[in-house]
């Protein structure tokens, strides 16, 4: 007796089969767009239920057929889901002056190399449409893209920072040593310019720094600054750490060692703190115990907390079989966690690490110039007020915040009151029922 040759599927399984793959798909795309729905005939092909047997390349190519048909569907919906994520992005970047923020931590979408490439084709294409601040940092391993939106604190303590250097570096212009005034000429400040670490193929990673030194003219012909600045707000120190490496470390994609040194100022534990502070004022103004139409200084409220901020430096060593390393040679404690500096520490730095390779190496290299050096409690004071500033801007932010948490709990009781009175009470029902 020959055997039986396996039965077609039927129309009730393929359409568990699709809406399993529907499932998979919504779940992996989440937070974009809804999917559209992929809809098959109401009506059964007589195929399906005819007695006589299919032959098993006949249904092996049904099951294919159908297959290949949902995978084109999905393929074509997602391609729309990826199409919006990229223009999501280029609308954020030409207009980033105009969200309002609730939170302060920098804006996140991922995208992949392809994706990326579109947004660098459209900035180039209508690069008038883009501010001329805009920033952005893309890592290809992670495909995140990361639009940087520099908080008040951040931006305050790099130009304090910026200021001190300018001072120093105009006093060592006017050095008799030669050696150094020559030096010190040669420094090229480049604000927030990005930093591109180019692949073989396909878009380069890019880095936008909080500041950055070259220098003019270079012997080297180097492509990379020799000293970058992060202001670490949000960010904690693993993420300051990798960003160090990702400036300095020797792979094609990195700087292979021209970034010479990676200064941070990390406040993650002062944003921490900033958080408690603002959850204490929403919490005030949700229990009526302040109101929004009367006066409140809240950057002066003396129920504020602080907390700890630190200096680090990375610079690089390189081995002896070339490889290239980033080491923290600095990770100290400059304010207090009740605010006050913290004596004998300051940020300090050589001309060495702001000059070409090629100098430093040279006979002209060979000199001793004043350090760069920015004292605890010049830090601390300026963060002082900067840090009312802030508060100054985020207590609006909150105080809406709160405003609109009332508001939703009013309407939802207002809700809840007349849904109990639409409702036949307990005692009525019985005596209806009787």
Not at 279 to 294: G, I, M, Q, S, V
Request: charged fraction near 30%; include cysteine.
């Amino acid at each position: 007796m020959p055997p039986t040759p396996p039965k077609a599927p039927s129309a009730v399984r393929i359409i568990q089969n699709r809406d399993s793959y529907s499932q998979h798909s919504t779940h992996s795309e989440a937070n974009t767009e809804e999917p559209e729905e992929l809809t098959f005939p109401l009506t059964v092909p007589p195929y399906l239920y005819e007695e006589e047997p299919l032959s098993s390349v006949s249904t092996f190519k049904l099951v294919y057929d159908s297959v290949t048909s949902f995978l084109n569907m999905a393929k074509q919906r997602g391609s729309r889901v990826n199409d919006a994520w990229v223009q999501d992005v280029i609308a954020l970047l030409k207009a980033p002056p105009r969200i309002k923020r609730t939170g302060v931590g920098n804006l996140t979408q991922k995208l992949t190399v392809k994706q990326y490439g579109e947004v660098l084709r459209a900035i180039g294409a209508e690069n008038e449409a883009f501010p001329d601040n805009i920033r952005f940092d893309y890592t290809r391993s992670k495909k995140l893209f990361e639009n940087r939106v520099p908080t008040t604190m951040q931006g305050g303590v790099e130009d304090c920072i910026k200021r001190r250097t300018f001072i120093w570096h105009d006093e060592l212009e006017q050095s008799l040593d030669a050696n150094v005034s020559n030096a010190a000429k040669t420094i090229l400040g480049c604000g927030h310019a990005n930093v591109s670490f180019p692949y073989p193929r396909g878009a380069s990673d890019t880095k936008s720094p909080d500041w950055s030194i070259k220098h003019n003219p270079c012997r080297l012909c180097c492509m990379f600054p020799v000293i970058v600045m992060e202001i670490g707000w949000t960010q904690t120190k693993k993420d300051l750490q990798e960003k160090a490496e990702k400036y300095t470390k020797s792979e094609l994609r990195s700087s292979k060692g021209k970034i010479r040194t990676v200064v941070s100022v990390f406040m993650r534990e002062m944003y921490l703190a900033e958080l408690r502070n603002e959850e204490r004022l929403e919490e005030l103004y949700l229990h009526n115990e302040l109101d929004a139409t009367e006066w409140y200084s809240y950057e002066d409220d003396e129920r504020n907390t602080t907390g700890k901020a630190s200096i680090m430096i990375w610079r690089v060593k390189t081995s002896r079989n070339g490889n290239v390393k980033a080491s923290c040679y600095q990770d100290e404690v400059f304010r207090d966690e009740t605010g006050n500096a913290v004596e004998l520490c300051s940020l300090h730095l050589p001309l060495q690490d702001f000059i070409c390779q090629g100098l430093l190496d040279s006979p002209e290299g060979n000199f001793k110039a004043p350090l760069l050096e920015i004292s605890s409690k010049h830090l601390c004071n300026e963060i002082v007020n900067i840090l009312k500033v802030y508060r100054q801007e985020r207590a609006p932010v909150i105080i809406e915040k709160a405003e609109n948490k009332k508001k939703k709990q009013l309407e939802a009781a207002e809700m809840e009151s007349r849904e109990r009175s639409k409702a036949p009470s307990s005692c009525g029902s019985r005596l209806r029922r009787k």
